[in-house]
């Protein structure tokens, strides 16, 4: 067979053959292995002049397997491999050279079985029919080994009540026919015959029983479905049929009875108006304590939430009246200060619709989160909208240690014990989707079912529904959704990946579950690695075969695998990467732990330090880390670590490590926020802790047009100057393939052209422009979409890189992309170039996520000669605010940017994440730090003592930084810049070049539009009196001296606003809340917290202007309503 040839490497990746086939390093060497663009075929690599040729070797209807090679070739069939690669080795016959040297397979260190106890070894006992073992040991032949497994297996295995006929069976098999069993699966039956005629023997008596019970149990069946459900589905294929196996019968009969209970049930709890509780799941009122200031005094006062109701009481006492509310359409937006992560801004519409804001200070940042959460779910709950647009999820994993889990286990699913727990107040407040992957589960499928969901109903009052279970071995995923979204979740699938011994065992390996919710298509892959903290190569092998084999979400997507096949991908269980420390440092691992000193040994985290080197989890993103390591604690107890293990070869340590992880993958610009990523600290009957991570994400919903489709103008998305540059040695000709749900089928481009570039990569150049026509231009729709880019070879149609580019992106102007190319998890390239969207006329609504926001409270602080001011406050990441200083965080490759148009920062950015890291949310901010293609720098990198890079607003949604209602209304004219202040236009070394050019019959000339931004005073409008404000910066404030003279926005006088003239007025108003620069007398700022005015608006560098309307985004293409003025 193929498998034992020395050049067959069976499923090997295209950059590992290109490899070895280098290091062979001699023209005419050669290797075969699986095509991975179709099944069954096979591709041929050959090394001729220091570069990979690869030819495919494709099977006909007949099997017979024939060589693509050069035309005008005379094509020849073979019947086996062997014979084609000897027909090669004498002549090319169109190759580029003959085959001459035969590239062999790297040997694999072979995996050690894991440890099992056993008890102590009993000596031989005389079976009946010992006297055939003489006879039956020439059966044993090449496979001793397996027969004497199971043999010394089966001496320690009571079989004293166990039939003689039964014994006698059992020993036969394992002496002789396993051995036979096993020369059928190399010859290519993998039936395994001898052991089906094992358990039909065994199970003679039970098979007539099954027989006897199941038309009996059908029958129930059909009086309890209903009238037009087909009758007896079970019984034409089961009873009609006496050749099914005794295990396909008794599934068939287990999923019978369970099919008979839930029915029982539903029509029962019918009769009587029961649904489990579902329409009694209520969120009761929850109040806080909070501190406002008022003219300087800080004043206690309490604010109650009022989920069911959909009231925000206001209350001077605990139990004081409660006579002043606002309802949820009146709270307009929750702001949290990223400074002080106590505070929260509230804005508000009053009676007179003007908008008021209110000042609160928590007792902690716990408190704050758990007023957002449900505020948050007040304003889900009320907004009308049929479909959401966003859902919580819970993920949780558990390596339960083969144990039986404790009576309660209900602190998991709440999110509480150590790191980033929820706050009591949000207990009551139910996840949409709950996902628990456990491994080492000693529990049967439904026992384990129904206690998560009565640990669920206890919580939170609800009948969960079952998604989708999958099991492999002893490793589980099952999903549970509310009632409420049952029929919003459709294209299920599960599968899972054996990486145990030869990854043939069950023991390691991942099962998986994804479904679409709406227009939303999630991804859920639970895994048990390899253990052993000296396996790390050993579990990235375990990922990887994962990623390439677990066969899960739409078909249709063959070049992808589950990296870029789902909107929002989950990766959770026991990955078992361990503390890269040596074993005498154990009890100072432990010392450590206790203090909560966990960020050293973060940085000695395996797992950490393989993705830092892009080795495992490419792009992956994990919240920070600030609980104590999971794994190995003494069972019942979580006071102490057992780091050592007794064994027969001498002492192993297990040092205390973070083996249970959560991490996620998201498309570029969607909503994901992190609200808790912590463990347990009161289950305590496994050595390792459970392990729960909450989010909010983002979903869309089935499109349905308000427009006439027939009226409707059609949109356009272009693609132009692609460039690739790919790390390969092949020479061959690429193209790309697009695919997205928004195009009724995938598109390919044309050739690219090849250009020299330094050893073993290829740099590809695409100058066609590429237009792809979405099934629906409706901006509501299409700007939620992506694309998936494939860069595939033209002479084997295998795909060298795979990419995703968000159509958000490209929402105002022509935008300049930058994506990292990946192939089965390996970084293969990257693929710049630019894109734009063509959408029809309409607007979007708001989401609902966009309700919370956070402010960055240096945005308005003077810059320039006071810049000493901003870097005084070191660059904190605020992902996990709760905790800042205990944990560690690693830099995160997104391996995506954007060059977008150019917008000033505004003080508040949008986001429950508080930090730029990770995703973020499509509506409202955009990761302006960033190189175009081209790589001329968009914006200066930030240095490690500056502030994050600023999030900005979209503008498309106007901003409630200030305004109100009103304003909204005013006239398009009403929302042009006051005329004293102008744009500063990018300078022409910062304009992204090459790719990113624009004809200049395609841009307009460089004009200020009318955009919610915060407009900058520049040295480039000449202006009679005043000096310059700096050398071309756009953020220093205008000196005392300016004399700046605003209109307000009717184009009256009026005098000098505080923002832009109060500086000259310092001696006769009271001083503004902002930083404080070189030279300037700290006193106390004004009070401005009760009133309509925000801290922004105090701020010169960055006054925004009133929102615009939403319309004025889609009005038709006149060069003054373009985005951003472009070079």
């Not at 999630?522 to 253990?531: K, R």
Request: charged share 25%.
């Amino acid at each position: 067979m193929c498998s034992q040839q020395p050049w067959y490497h069976g499923n090997i990746t295209r950059s590992m053959a290109e490899g070895l086939l280098s290091n062979a390093a001699k023209d005419g060497s050669f290797l075969l292995r699986d095509s991975e663009s179709i099944q069954g075929a096979y591709a041929l690599c050959v090394l001729y002049q220091n570069c990979v040729y690869t030819y495919r070797i494709l099977p006909n209807e007949e099997r017979k397997l024939s060589v693509q090679a050069s035309e005008g070739v005379p094509i020849r069939f073979f019947s086996v491999l062997s014979e084609l690669v000897e027909a090669y080795h004498k002549e090319n016959m169109g190759l580029v050279t003959r085959l001459q040297y035969a590239v062999q397979k790297e040997e694999e260190p072979e995996d050690e079985q894991e440890p099992c106890s056993l008890p102590p070894q009993l000596p031989p006992r005389n079976f009946p029919g010992n006297d055939k073992e003489e006879s039956l040991k020439g059966g044993e032949m090449t496979h001793t080994s397996v027969s004497d497994l199971f043999l010394h297996r089966l001496q320690h295995v009571d079989m004293s009540s166990i039939p003689d006929d039964h014994q006698k069976s059992i020993l036969e098999y394992f002496h002789y026919n396993i051995a036979v069993d096993a020369e059928q699966v190399q010859s290519g039956n993998p039936t395994l015959p001898n052991l089906k005629k094992l358990t039909f023997n065994l199970c003679k008596n039970l098979n007539s029983e099954i027989n006897r019970a199941l038309p009996s149990l059908e029958a129930l069946q059909k009086v309890l479905e209903q009238p037009l459900s087909p009758g007896g589905r079970l019984r034409s294929f089961l009873s009609g049929d006496s050749n099914q196996s005794v295990a396909f019968k008794l599934e068939q009969l287990t999923k019978l009875l369970y099919s008979i209970e839930d029915k029982t049930k539903s029509a029962v709890f019918e009769s009587v108006g029961y649904d489990g509780g579902h329409r009694n799941s209520l969120i009761p009122p929850v109040t806080f304590e909070v501190k406002s200031d008022t003219l300087g005094l800080s004043i206690k006062m309490y604010l109650k939430v009022d989920v069911e109701s959909g009231k925000l009481f206001f209350k001077k006492s605990k139990d004081g009246p409660e006579d002043k509310y606002y309802v949820h359409n009146k709270i307009l937006q929750l702001v949290k200060s990223q400074k002080i992560q106590t505070k929260l801004v509230i804005s508000l519409e009053t009676e007179k619709e003007k908008t008021l804001k209110k000042e609160f200070v928590f007792d902690d940042s716990k408190k704050r989160e758990g007023f957002c959460q449900l505020l948050q779910q007040m304003k889900n709950k009320h907004s009308g909208k049929a479909e959401p647009d966003m859902i919580s999820l819970f993920v949780g994993t558990w390596n339960m240690g083969n144990a039986n889990p404790p009576q309660n286990i209900t602190s998991w699913f709440q999110s509480k014990g150590q790191g980033r727990t929820r706050d009591d107040t949000a207990n009551q407040i139910p996840h949409d989707i709950y996902v628990i992957g456990t491994q080492e589960d000693p529990l049967g499928e439904k026992e384990w079912m129904d206690i998560v969901k009565g640990a669920l109903r206890h919580i939170t009052n609800i009948s969960f529904k079952l998604v989708a279970s999958q099991t492999l071995w002893n490793i589980r995923i099952i999903v549970l959704a509310k009632p409420e979204h049952e029929n919003r979740i459709s294209h299920i699938f599960s599968d899972s990946v054996k990486t145990g011994i030869a990854n043939a065992l069950g023991n390691k390996g991942a099962v998986g579950v994804s479904f679409m919710f709406n227009g939303t298509p999630f991804g859920f892959v639970n895994s048990h690695l390899t253990s052993g903290s000296e396996k790390k190569l050993r579990r990235n092998q375990n990922y990887c075969s994962i990623l390439r084999f677990l066969n899960l979400g739409d078909k249709k997507l063959n070049p992808f695998d589950i990296n870029h096949r789902f909107t929002h991908l989950f990766w959770l269980g026991d990955l078992n990467y361990r503390i890269e420390k040596p074993s005498g440092e154990a009890e100072n691992i432990v010392a450590r732990i206790k203090q909560q000193q966990y960020t050293d040994l973060l940085r000695a985290d395996q797992l950490n330090l393989e993705k830092q080197e892009g080795r495992v989890f490419l792009h992956f993103e994990e919240e920070e880390i600030t609980f104590a390591p999971t794994y190995r604690f003494e069972r019942d107890t979580r006071e102490k670590y057992a780091y050592i293990k007794n064994k027969a070869t001498g002492i192993k340590f297990n040092l205390p490590s973070w083996c249970d992880r959560v991490l996620r993958k998201s498309y570029p610009l969607v909503h994901v926020v992190c609200h808790s990523y912590g463990c347990t600290n009161d289950i305590m009957t496994s050595d390792h802790s459970p392990v729960f991570a909450t989010f909010d994400v983002g979903v869309s919903s089935q499109f349905i047009s308000k427009h006439d489709p027939t009226k409707d103008s059609q949109g356009v998305i272009k693609f132009m100057n692609c460039v690739a540059i790919l790390t390969t040695k092949s020479k061959t000709k690429f193209f790309i393939e697009f695919h997205s749900s928004c195009l009724e089928k995938f598109v390919k481009s044309p050739e690219g052209d090849n250009q020299e570039t330094p050893e073993d990569s290829i740099r590809v150049r695409f100058g066609s422009q590429v237009e792809l026509i979405p099934i629906i231009a409706d901006p509501e729709y299409l700007l939620d979409q992506h694309i998936l880019i494939s860069i595939k070879a033209t002479d084997c149609d295998e795909s060298y890189g795979e990419g995703c580019v968000a159509l958000r992106a490209a929402e105002s102007a022509y935008t300049e992309f930058h994506i990292t190319l990946t192939h089965h998890g390996e970084r293969t390239g990257t693929l710049s170039g630019g894109i734009q969207v063509h959408t029809s006329e309409g607007k979007q609504t708001e989401k609902l996520y966009d309700f919370v926001k956070v402010e960055r409270d240096d945005s308005g602080a003077s810059r320039g000669k006071g810049d000493h001011n901003r870097s005084a406050m070191s660059a904190v990441d605020f992902s996990n605010p709760s905790y800042m200083g205990v944990g560690y965080k690693s830099q995160v490759d997104k391996g995506w940017s954007y060059s977008m148009p150019d917008k000033k920062p505004n003080t508040y950015t949008h986001g429950g994440k508080d930090s730029g890291v990770g995703n973020v949310s499509p509506k409202k901010t955009y990761d302006h730090s960033i190189r175009s293609p081209t790589g001329k720098a968009g914006e200066p990198a930030k240095g490690e003592d500056e502030q994050p890079a600023e999030m900005f607003d979209n503008p498309l949604y106007g901003s409630r930084t200030r305004g109100s209602k009103d304003t909204d209304a005013l006239p398009h004219k009403d929302h042009l810049s006051p005329p004293e202040t102008m744009f500063t236009f990018p300078k022409p070394t910062e304009a992204g070049g090459g790719g990113g050019q624009l004809d200049p019959g395609d841009r307009g000339p460089p004009l200020p539009t009318p955009r919610n931004r915060s407009y900058t005073y520049s040295d480039t409008k000449p202006q009679p009196t005043p000096p310059s404000c700096g050398s071309g910066s756009s953020s220093t404030p205008p000196t005392p001296s300016a004399g700046l003279q605003p209109q307000s926005y009717t184009k009256k006088p009026v005098v000098p606003s505080r923002s832009e003239g109060g500086m000259a007025m310092m001696g006769i108003r009271p001083p503004l809340p902002i930083k404080i620069q070189g030279g300037q007398t700290h006193l106390k700022p004004r009070d401005y917290r009760d009133t309509s005015e925000l801290p922004n608006k105090l701020r010169g560098p960055s006054r925004p202007s009133p929102p615009i309307p939403k319309e004025a985004h889609h009005e038709p293409p006149p060069a003054q309503k373009m985005g951003r003025p472009m070079k």
